[in-house]
T-cell receptor, first 114, second 111 residues
């Protein structure tokens, strides 16, 4: 049973296209996140949702729009993709009650914009 | 930027040796966490140390925390080839709403 699952695992697309990445967690966690990892392995938070409510929105271009239909899902839609969007995007989740267990990460979506 | 720094950036050791990685951060914290990332995979939570703790152990892992110096270290004892991965520290910035990750240490354990 995959705790945090993201799809697709790989995504190659042309500049200007619109694409979505989906994330689901079956851990019953309250909070979900999107992180971006660049080619130098720097991890930067993009968004965080707690019980479907947006609580963190870092300085991210408004071409990126997260959507949380319920607390088990957090999707990321990206409009008008640019070369600089190429990165690995990680979804993660955490529990407000089980802080000691840290975050659980998905295996990542490698996005390549050509 | 709150992002912490880790040192060394890369570390290569022989199997059986100990590996020590250091992390420095900039803001006050409630806790500091360490994660491992194998190549092409997601991050895996290893250990969490609270701001009022100085040392914590989990199996072959030992973490120390010095809040006066805003630094932490991760020691892996008796390393194995399977420990080869990138290791990241992460802090909650005192607010608990998000984790900010360090720059990572790439550990290679050779047979």
């Amino acid at each position: 049973d995959t705790a945090v699952s993201q799809t697709p695992k790989y995504l190659v697309t042309q500049m200007g296209n619109d694409k979505s990445i989906k994330c689901e967690q079956n851990l019953g966690h309250d909070t979900m996140y999107w992180y971006k990892q660049d080619s130098k392995k720097f991890l930067k938070i993009m968004f965080s949702y707690n019980n479907k409510e947006l609580i963190i929105n870092e300085t991210v271009p408004n071409r990126f729009s997260p959507k949380s239909p319920d607390k088990a899902h957090l999707n990321l839609h990206i409009n008008s993709l640019e070369l600089g969007d190429s990165a690995v995007y990680f979804c993660a989740s955490s529990s407000n009650q089980l802080v000691n267990y840290g975050y659980t990460f998905g295996s990542g979506t490698r996005l390549t914009v050509v | 930027s709150q992002q912490g720094e880790e040192d060394p950036q890369a570390l290569s050791i022989q199997e059986g040796e100990n590996a020590t990685m250091n992390c420095s951060y900039k803001t006050s914290i409630n806790n500091l966490q360490w994660y491992r990332q194998n190549s092409g995979r997601g991050l895996v939570h290893l250990i969490l140390i609270r701001s009022n703790e100085r040392e914590k152990h989990s199996g072959r892992l030992r973490v120390t925390l010095d809040t006066s110096k805003k630094s932490s270290s991760l020691l892996i004892t008796a390393s194995r080839a399977a420990d080869t991965a990138s290791y990241f520290c992460a802090t909650d910035g005192g607010g608990g709403n998000k984790l900010t990750f360090g720059t990572g240490t790439q550990l290679k354990v050779e047979l």
